[in-house]
């Protein structure tokens, strides 16, 4: 399965009470697909990941607006809960030689952890996150993006010799460094909403395939 990037959120106050209206404030600032708009599940969960979800609602046929979310889940969301929410958003994507790129819904997953879930989930995991979708959406395949100079192992199948014999004609390689850099900066772009709408104590860029992912993006939009 492709690595996942992520957003972890710590807040500076969160309590049962402010939680559900913090939630709402973080739904608020989801960018949604122009093709896939609104919120399209909600699942919420009590006491930990192994428990079955008190409240569950599969939402892709009238999807929701962040009001609409926080109304489904008031009477379920207390300090022992999480809410996991779904929706898209837009990020250019590659196909084809020659290369072509078009922006594409892709899938988001939102949460909100209480203090008593599963044993202080949040504590490691932030009061709030989200999944972004795919890492390589940022970072690119190959390491062909950025500064330095990553050691390329030989292609591993015919897709990978295939990408690569693509990146080597520079009309490819342009392409496909200015619509990941667009990708990159749509994730800022989010990141500083979210820190103009919420009172974040700290936050955590990572992915599961970087070592330090924020770095990497900032190296990628630093590149010339």
């Given at each position: 399965?492709?690595?996942?990037?992520?957003?972890?959120?710590w807040l500076k106050e969160f309590t049962e009470e402010s939680m559900?209206?913090?939630?709402?404030?973080?739904?608020?600032?989801?960018?949604?697909?122009?093709?896939?708009?609104?919120?399209?599940?909600?699942?919420?969960?009590?006491?930990?990941?192994?428990?079955?979800?008190?409240?569950?609602?599969?939402?892709?046929?009238?999807?929701?607006?962040?009001?609409?979310?926080?109304?489904?889940?008031?009477?379920?969301?207390?300090?022992?809960?999480?809410?996991?929410?779904?929706?898209?958003?837009?990020?250019?994507?590659?196909?084809?030689?020659?290369?072509?790129?078009?922006?594409?819904?892709?899938?988001?997953?939102l949460l909100c952890n209480g203090e008593h879930y599963d044993d202080?989930?949040?504590?490691?995991?932030?009061?709030?996150?989200?999944?972004?979708?795919?890492?390589?959406?940022?970072?690119?395949?190959?390491?062909?993006?950025?500064?330095?100079?990553?050691?390329?192992?030989?292609?591993?199948?015919?897709?990978?010799?295939?990408?690569?014999?693509?990146?080597a004609k520079p009309a490819n390689l342009l392409l496909y460094k200015?619509?990941?850099?667009?990708?990159?900066?749509?994730?800022?772009?989010?990141?500083?909403?979210?820190?103009?709408?919420?009172?974040?104590?700290?936050?955590?860029?990572?992915?599961?395939?970087?070592?330090?992912?924020?770095?990497?993006?900032?190296?990628?939009?630093?590149?010339?």
């Amino acid at each position: 399965m492709a690595n996942q990037a992520y957003l972890s959120i710590w807040l500076k106050e969160f309590t049962e009470e402010s939680m559900l209206a913090q939630f709402g404030d973080f739904l608020g600032t989801v960018p949604f697909s122009a093709k896939q708009p609104g919120f399209t599940h909600l699942e919420i969960r009590a006491v930990d990941s192994t428990e079955t979800p008190v409240y569950e609602q599969d939402l892709r046929s009238f999807p929701l607006e962040a009001a609409g979310i926080l109304e489904l889940a008031k009477d379920y969301v207390h300090d022992d809960c999480s809410c996991d929410v779904r929706s898209h958003w837009d990020l250019w994507a590659f196909e084809g030689e020659p290369l072509t790129s078009q922006q594409l819904p892709q899938a988001l997953s939102l949460l909100c952890n209480g203090e008593h879930y599963d044993d202080g989930f949040w504590k490691v995991n932030g009061h709030l996150e989200v999944s972004f979708g795919f890492e390589h959406l940022f970072t690119g395949h190959g390491g062909v993006l950025g500064i330095r100079q990553i050691a390329r192992p030989a292609p591993q199948n015919q897709e990978e010799s295939d990408f690569l014999e693509s990146m080597a004609k520079p009309a490819n390689l342009l392409l496909y460094k200015e619509k990941t850099r667009e990708n990159i900066k749509a994730l800022f772009d989010w990141v500083r909403r979210m820190e103009k709408a919420l009172p974040i104590e700290r936050l955590r860029l990572w992915s599961e395939g970087e070592e330090n992912f924020e770095a990497r993006l900032e190296e990628i939009l630093a590149a010339r």
